[in-house]
Each structure stands twice: as structure tokens, then as C-alpha cells.
């Protein structure tokens, strides 16, 4: 069974230029998830999705990000526009419904020059 | 707001010796996650605990939640160089729905 997918593996853009990446979560798994892993730190949520509702965005700066998962499966994360500070791994998981295990796909590492 | 400490942060040790990993946490919660991540790869999850006196174990490795003392540890029992990673443990106090707070992971390197 497919695990979480997210493309593209790696990107590298310049400052103030827009990017997005994409996840498609394991089937069936209503719970989808978007992390941001600093290097040497532990992942920090920036949004959680239940089916199509984000349901937890609080941690999501809203005025260069914003996310989307149209039909409630596959999600896209857009930063427009990006800034130095935004290099960093975006990981996206999916847990099977709320309060369940979560699984993570190898993320994208963005790097903003 | 809810911190999760793990320790030590980094930790190299000889094959063949034990050693714990420590995760410490500040809120109320009896839902504890830990993971591994090699360099460049994503997070592999390791055990699930739900609940106080949790133990669970998969081969070298031994994990267990103390909800009371908020703590939770990683055993590792005479190490091998496969077991060089990160490891991570993250804490749920999601009430409706999964909010996991990591810890800064600890990075283990087993010598030969």
C-alpha cells in the first residue's frame, strides 16, 4: 500500500517568488496534516484538515501561506510570496480520522535564496 | 502552551551498551508517539501509547508513558549501528482531533 506521497522532493526558488507543494495522503485517511521541520528540530503543525475542513490553522501565517484540499483528499500548500526564512523540510501525514496514528511522506525541502 | 523536552540531545554510544532516551512533557495527556528519521528521510513511526503504564517493545528499542510524572522513555538495549537516527517523541493533547507537539528529537549514533 502507498504510503503519503508529496512532491515535488526538493525545490529551490528565489526570494519573493511564489511555491507551492502538493500531498496526496494514504487512501481512505480523512485526517491530513502539514508540518514544518526547522534543520536539528522536531516538526511543528500548520494546519490540519478533517476531510475538506481546516479544522486547525492556527499556527499557519496567513499572510504568505495558505493551503487547500479540495474533495478531501489531495492538499496543496502555497507560499506566496517566499522569504529566506521559509527554507525549511514541509512535511505532509494523514491519520486514518482524528486522535489516530499519523503517518508522514518524506516531505519537501525548500530552499529560498 | 504545552512544551515537550527531550534528553539527552545528542548521544553516541558503543555497540552492545543500553541507554535511555528521556521525554518530558508539561500538560495533561496520556497519548505519546515516537518516532525515528534518518538524515534526509521522513518520520518512521516506532510505538503508539495511550495510556498511563503503557509499555511497548520492538526488538532493541522499549518504550513507556508515565502520564502522572508526564514522562515517557526509550530504551535501547545493546545498541547496533542501525539504530543511528533521530528520534523523536510528540505529544497529542488534541481534544477534537490530533494536535502533536514534537520534541527537539534526540540523535543517536552507535559506534562500532
Known amino acids: 500500500e502507498a504510503g503519503v506521497v508529496q512532491s515535488p522532493r526538493y525545490k529551490i526558488i528565489e526570494k519573493k517568488q511564489p511555491v507551492a507543494f502538493w500531498c496526496n495522503p494514504i487512501s481512505g485517511h480523512n485526517t491530513l496534516y502539514w508540518y514544518l521541520q526547522n534543520l536539528g528540530q522536531g516538526p511543528e503543525l500548520l494546519i490540519r484538515?478533517?476531510?475538506?475542513?481546516?479544522?486547525?490553522d492556527s499556527q499557519l501565517p496567513k499572510d504568505r501561506f495558505s493551503a487547500e484540499r479540495l474533495k478531501g483528499v489531495d492538499s496543496t500548500l502555497k507560499i506566496q510570496p517566499a522569504e529566506l526564512g521559509d527554507s525549511a523540510v514541509y512535511l505532509c501525514?494523514?491519520?486514518?480520522?482524528?486522535?489516530?496514528?499519523?503517518?508522514f511522506g518524506q516531505g519537501t525541502r525548500l530552499t529560498v535564496v | 502552551e504545552l512544551k515537550v523536552e527531550q534528553n539527552p540531545l545528542f548521544l553516541s554510544m558503543q555497540e552492545g551498551k543500553n541507554y535511555t532516551i528521556y521525554c518530558n512533557y508539561s500538560t495533561t495527556s496520556d497519548r505519546l508517539y515516537w518516532y525515528r528519521q534518518d538524515p534526509g528521510k521522513s518520520l518512521e513511526s516506532l510505538f503508539v501509547?495511550?495510556?498511563?503504564?503503557a509499555v511497548k517493545q520492538e526488538g532493541r528499542l522499549m518504550a513507556s508513558l508515565d502520564t502522572k510524572a508526564r514522562l515517557s522513555t526509550l530504551h535501547i538495549t545493546a545498541a547496533v549501528h542501525d539504530l543511528s537516527a533521530t528520534y523523536f517523541c510528540a505529544v497529542d493533547i488534541g481534544t477534537s482531533g490530533s494536535r502533536l507537539t514534537f520534541g527537539e528529537g534526540t540523535q543517536l549514533t552507535v559506534n562500532p
Open positions: 501525514a494523514s491519520s486514518l480520522m482524528m486522535n489516530t496514528e499519523a503517518f
Open positions: 484538515y478533517e476531510n475538506e475542513e481546516a479544522v486547525d
Open positions: 501509547l495511550l495510556s498511563n503504564g
